[in-house]
């Protein structure tokens, strides 16, 4: 069965700082991969995905993240966090043929500090 | 433009009671239809998934259920509920057919208090 693992369930920051939020998967099969932000009162929303092709993909706001198959791993970075950043973000994977079932991670709180 | 649709927004019911909530989706057809159900620290764990009319899977054994009775409409219901059900309930669709266009986009949720 598919499952998603994210590291940090709380992580707090000053803005400028680097952020990278950890996301593994279990799956033995291709997958699909994206990131999800839900802001404050927001929908929860795409953040970025990968499908295919060049593992580091780039997504809104400055966000990006990095597919490394041999560590069943997608982590979430950005080189400098702003207050607005503050959110909850869940990683998910979907299984490349027949992925009709998307399994989300937990999820991690990010809080900036101005 | 595709839009999705949750009422109730907010909901506070008595143990024993039942439940319907209904999502629909608008500006697309034979969507993939899901319910959600969003826990603090659990994520998002899904409930049942739909990928035809009158086609349910369910992913978690619970006291609740789910129906498409039209191909955008989908139905989160519960004959009596419990305190364990509340919570915060999310419907959410994604497009069928081909492999490049399957994020899922969600709808404003509906938060449920069972009392």
């Known amino acids: 069965a598919q499952s998603v693992s994210q590291h940090n369930h709380h992580v707090i920051l000053s803005e400028a700082a680097s952020l990278e939020l950890g996301c593994n998967y279990s799956?033995?099969?291709?997958?699909?991969l994206f990131w999800y932000v839900q802001y404050p009162g927001q929908h929860l929303q795409l953040l970025l995905k990968y499908f295919s092709g060049d593992p580091l993909v780039k997504g809104i706001k400055g966000f990006e993240a990095e597919f490394i198959k041999s560590k069943f791993s997608f982590n979430l970075r950005k080189p400098s966090v702003q207050w607005s950043d503050t959110a909850e973000y869940f990683c998910a994977v979907n299984a490349r043929t027949g992925g009709f079932k998307t399994i989300f991670g937990a999820g991690t709180r990010l809080f900036v500090k101005a | 433009s595709q839009t999705i649709h949750q009422w109730p927004a907010t909901l506070v019911q008595p143990v024993g009671s039942p439940l319907s909530l209904e999502c629909t989706v608008e500006?697309?057809?034979?969507?993939?239809l899901y319910w959600y159900r969003q826990a603090a620290g659990r994520g998002l764990q899904l409930l049942f998934y739909s990928v035809g009319i009158g086609q349910i899977s369910s992913e978690v054994p619970q006291n609740l259920s789910a129906s498409r009775p039209q191909d955008r409409q989908f139905i989160l219901s519960s004959k009596k509920l419990l305190l364990s059900d509340s919570g915060f309930y999310l419907c959410a669709w994604r497009i069928t057919s081909g492999l490049i266009n399957n994020e899922q986009f969600f709808g404003p949720g509906t938060r449920l208090t069972v009392l």
């Open positions: 500006g697309t057809s034979n969507p993939n």
């Open positions: 799956y033995g099969g291709t997958v699909n």
